[in-house]
């Protein structure tokens, strides 16, 4: 079970966007993650004529490393760390380590 999984609202912890929230958009194998408006990179992009894309600069979202993000914790208000925890009826869910409330919802 992953500790950071798509749609989780994230803080970033290091780097030059320390601070910002996003949600995460995707995950890759080599353990980085794309966060909403967060790690903003320049792309150039080359036009083609043929499917009607216009060419030029544009700003998209970069992979960040998961040792970077954290899960947000709205009742704390901070980033918060990820344990894992088995429910009465057999499920694993993450749990937040300060409170112990439960992450996953459904």
Same mark, same amino acid.
């Given at each position: 079970? %992953? =500790?950071?999984?798509?749609?989780?609202?994230?803080?970033?912890? /290091?780097? !030059?966007?320390?601070?910002? !929230?996003?949600?995460?958009? #995707?995950?890759?194998? &080599?353990? !980085?993650?794309?966060? &909403?408006?967060?790690?903003l990179v320049k792309?150039h992009k080359r036009? @083609?004529?043929?499917?009607?894309?216009?060419?030029?600069?544009?700003? %998209?979202? /970069?992979?960040?490393?998961? #040792? @970077?993000? /954290?899960?947000? @914790?709205?009742?704390?208000d901070k980033a918060? =760390?990820?344990?894992?925890?088995?429910?009465?009826?057999? !499920?694993?869910? =993450?749990?937040?380590? #300060?409170?112990?409330?439960?992450? &996953?919802? /459904?």
């Amino acid at each position: 079970m %992953q =500790r950071i999984k798509k749609g989780d609202e994230v803080i970033v912890i /290091a780097g !030059r966007d320390k601070g910002k !929230r996003g949600n995460v958009l #995707s995950l890759t194998k &080599d353990d !980085r993650a794309y966060v &909403d408006n967060v790690n903003l990179v320049k792309k150039h992009k080359r036009g @083609n004529p043929n499917t009607g894309e216009t060419g030029g600069i544009v700003e %998209q979202e /970069a992979a960040i490393h998961l #040792s @970077n993000i /954290a899960l947000y @914790n709205a009742a704390t208000d901070k980033a918060d =760390r990820v344990g894992f925890k088995t429910l009465e009826d057999g !499920r694993k869910v =993450r749990v937040f380590k #300060s409170n112990g409330e439960v992450v &996953d919802l /459904a």
